[in-house]
């Protein structure tokens, strides 16, 4: 009888760990130094994932390091302004993950039932003022850039320009209508600049550190500036969420994270 009872318990114990060997997603490897790491399996599958212009930088160093990890995974990225992101997703456009600039646009989505799940921050931004190389209109303040020659600003719809009117605002600055060239995103406001169209502008700070040379830039004080926060979200229209969750995940983790914070963006 003891025997019998003993030979079960070992039949149960055998089945248990089986049993969670097999539901689980994870391997177990030994590290250099004798300890055991757990890590997620590597995933495989097709998204696209449609990103702000100025996660433009960052995002390709991701996406490329995230499938050096996983590599069975393709990915597309659409870059491009929120807000147009946004109008294109809510039509129906191919995405399977978002990752925009602001909070509002991503609410939108939220707010037609288009996520999979709750969006996260992930990174955040702030904004400066870039001129032409050695700044040959001695700008120093916002309050400059009403006498500066041509100014380039965001559209109006894109999360940048709405920061951008928000600074200025905030500090009391009204730039001419007839000083104001607008650029559909971060990356062709910044154009404007580099390619010699305006005088100055006002862009996110990691994109004026990716101009690096190109520009000369002048700080925008904390008070009158703006935060930029940045959510990810899986949208629910996926065919495939284990792909998409696991490259949101992997924008919320450490390796991603310091690909972000070397682009001059700051912690969530």
Sequence with gaps: ??????????????????????????????GANGSATTTAAPVSGTITVSAAASLTSAFGT???????ANPGANITI??????????????????????????????KLADKSLLAGSSQIFATNSL?????????????????????GTIALCAETAPCGKYANQILTTATVSIPASSVTRGQDVKTTLAAVTDGDADAAIVYVTDAQAAGSKVATV?????????AK???????????????????????????QSVLKAAGFQAP
């Design 78 to 107: 659409n870059f491009g302004s929120s807000g147009t992101l946004e109008t294109q997703i809510e039509s129906g456009a191919p995405a399977d993950v978002a990752a925009f600039a602001d909070q509002a646009t991503m609410k």
């Design 128 to 148: 400066v003022i870039v001129t032409k190389p050695g700044n040959p209109k001695n700008i120093k303040t916002l309050a400059d850039l009403t006498t500066a």
């Design 219 to 227: 700080e925008i004080p904390t008070a009158q500036n703006a935060v």
């Design 230 to 256: 940045y959510p990810i979200a899986v949208i629910k229209a996926t065919k495939d969420a284990a792909l998409a969750q696991a490259f949101m995940d992997y924008v919320l983790g450490p390796e991603a």
């Design 1 to 30: 009888m003891r025997r019998k009872l003993t030979v079960t318990l070992a039949l149960v114990v055998t089945l248990a760990f089986v049993a969670a060997g097999c539901g689980s997603s994870k391997r177990t490897d030994t």
């Design 62 to 68: 991701i996406k490329n390091d995230f499938i050096k």
